[in-house]
């Protein structure tokens, strides 16, 4: 009788995919280990950007082992396949685990690594599948601290903002509502416990919630009379109607308007998602201070405006955004602007230029380039950090243009054309895609 395969799961903290991947794991028959050492197979999960440290920290952490177990690792910034993460990983997952977990449990590592979904630096530039095989009804409920539950609700988005990775390389699914309402039944059972569905979209709003629900604009007038959370984030992202809709994002002065009117009339604090870094932003801030935001010296609900740096992510229309483009925000100015008008106003910093280009390189960077990339000094210019990327060879990461050849490029994306005619429209370059090098 073969023995099973041994995974060791490495995450730097406690969270719902390392959860999910010792239950995927296990539920095919493998044996999930505690120490490195002991795995076959290690696993590391990339959500974001600022994970790729912590997968080269795991990497020279198996270099100084004795014996060298295979690094695996996927998430949604690992969907490139031959990005950042090729360069530490020996084999990078795209798309969805369960059917490389599943393989490789039932057929050995071989078979695992050899399906159409795998990148490994053998032949990066190989055509990639992503790997959509998910079952969202089996998924567990992941108690994550001692009040907080998590649960699978649904994947994708068919929103299709032109910022939002999420929108473009996962197609729309949604759990059964019976199957999720029973999951919050069982939550509601444990004495303090709160449920959050992990869902990109509206389409799962638990109207009984007794903590944060995020939704759209349209959704919270829709049925705003109906939600109990006492606080709700609304991806707003743009200053202006103009901007907005550059980004996808319809929504008008009058909705935000309506929206701030009933969250104060209904006690409901607001978290408001704004990206900015574009030139006009500064203009649009008055204006949007001057009409959108209530004129009111009452200091509760709060209105929280959380600001991002524009950021270019894989596989949407502004991929190939230069982001020479992007200007510093003055936090200062929006702060004193927007709590001059209203005392329910509050703020999070957005970060700076320099900052959003980093994270802009880390996922455009090609694997054999990874080591190039460092990270911005305290108080480096935007401009001064480009520079010094340009220097090192890495301006494609930068400013891309229809000659450069970016990760991703080779992965079979569903919504490939759709995502090209929307970036020709917005004048943004082509993304260049060859089959092999």
Not at 167 to 183: F, K, N
Not at 315 to 338: G, I, K, M, N
Not at 394 to 407: F, G, H, K, N, S
Request: charged share 25%.
């Amino acid at each position: 009788m073969t023995s099973p395969l041994k995974a060791y799961i490495a995450t730097a903290k406690r969270f719902y995919t390392s959860e999910w991947l010792a239950w995927a794991w296990k539920r095919h028959g493998g044996e999930v280990v505690a120490d490195l050492r002991d795995a076959d197979v290690v696993m590391v999960s990339l959500q974001d950007v600022q994970d790729i440290p912590f997968l080269r920290a795991t990497a020279r952490q198996i270099e100084a082992l004795g014996r060298r177990p295979l690094l695996a690792t996927g998430g949604l910034q690992a969907w490139t396949g031959n990005g950042a993460a090729l360069a530490y990983a020996d084999v990078v997952i795209v798309g969805e685990g369960t059917e490389w977990i599943r393989t490789a449990c039932e057929s050995g590592l071989d078979a695992a690594c050899s399906l159409p979904c795998v990148t490994t630096r053998d032949d990066p530039w190989r055509p990639v599948t992503p790997s959509r095989e998910l079952d969202i009804e089996s998924a567990p409920v992941v108690q994550v601290n001692k009040s907080v539950w998590y649960a699978l609700a649904g994947r994708g988005c068919h929103n299709k903002c032109h910022f939002c990775m999420t929108s473009w390389a996962t197609p729309y699914v949604t759990g059964d509502t019976g199957h999720l309402r029973r999951v919050r039944r069982r939550v509601e059972e444990i004495p303090k416990a709160s449920l959050t569905y992990i869902t990109n979209d509206s389409e799962n709003i638990d109207l009984h919630t007794r903590v944060a629900q995020s939704m759209t604009v349209a959704d919270y007038l829709r049925i705003a009379q109906y939600v109990r959370a006492p606080l709700i984030r609304l991806g707003v992202e743009g200053l202006s109607e103009e901007r907005r809709r550059w980004f996808g994002k319809p929504i008008t002065d009058d909705a935000l308007r309506a929206a701030y009117d009933i969250a104060g009339r209904n006690g409901q604090e607001l978290h408001v998602f704004m990206i900015v870094g574009h030139h006009g932003d500064a203009a649009a801030l008055r204006d949007y201070a001057a009409t959108v935001l209530p004129f009111t010296n009452e200091k509760r609900p709060a209105i929280w405006h959380k600001w991002t740096m524009f950021q270019p992510v894989p596989f949407t229309p502004l991929w190939t955004y230069d982001c020479r483009q992007l200007v510093e925000w003055e936090h200062e100015l929006a702060f004193r602007t927007c709590s001059g008008r209203c005392r329910r106003y509050r703020d999070y910093r957005a970060s700076s230029v320099a900052v959003a280009v980093h994270r802009a390189a880390m996922s455009r960077v090609l694997w054999e380039h990874a080591e190039l990339v460092r990270r911005p000094r305290q108080g480096e210019s935007g401009s001064d950090y480009m520079d010094d990327l340009a220097r090192r060879g890495l301006d494609y990461a930068v400013t891309p243009t229809e000659r450069d050849r970016l990760p991703g490029s080779q992965v079979l994306m569903e919504s490939a054309g759709a995502r090209d005619v929307v970036a020709g429209h917005m004048g943004q370059p082509a993304l260049r895609r060859e089959s092999n090098s």
